[in-house]
Nanobody, 124 residues
Framework: QVQLVESGGGLVQAGGSLRLSCAASGRTLSSYALGWFRQAPGKEREFVAR????????YYGDSVKGRFTISRDNAKNTVYLQMNSLKPEDTAVYYCAADENIVVTIRAIDYELWGQGTQVTVSP
């Protein structure tokens, strides 16, 4: 059984940076596209970023374009989210997710595997 475990969340001031990691155990992630989503209290889960299996293509939600970067290291079975210029509105629980299909999707329902989430809090 594949498990995804996020780490790297925490409290940071506005304008600061954080790097999230998501490591997989139990199965290689190289056959999955990987994504990051976030969910703030009282809000729906929001697409943040996606990276294809090889790491050659990336996609971002409009609210994070130019500030966040998704990357992956298939040898380490890990996906990353570098978050720069953080804003208070970036505060949320961040989840990594894996999608077996090659068709690009930003819908959470299309991702088969999920981590437990890591809290990111950005203070003003």
């Amino acid at each position: 059984q594949v498990q995804l475990v996020e780490s790297g969340g925490g409290l940071v001031q506005a304008g600061g940076s954080l790097r999230l990691s998501c490591a997989a155990s139990g199965r290689t992630l190289s056959s999955y596209a990987l994504g990051w989503f976030r969910q703030a209290p009282g809000k729906e889960r929001e697409f943040v970023a996606r990276i294809n299996r090889s790491g050659s293509r990336t996609y971002y939600g409009d609210s994070v374009k130019g500030r966040f970067t998704i990357s992956r290291d298939n040898a380490k079975n890990t996906v990353y989210l570098q978050m720069n210029s953080l804003k208070p509105e970036d505060t949320a629980v961040y989840y990594c997710a894996a999608d077996e299909n090659i068709v690009v999707t930003i819908r959470a329902i299309d991702y088969e595997l999920w981590g437990q989430g890591t809290q990111v809090t950005v203070s003003p």
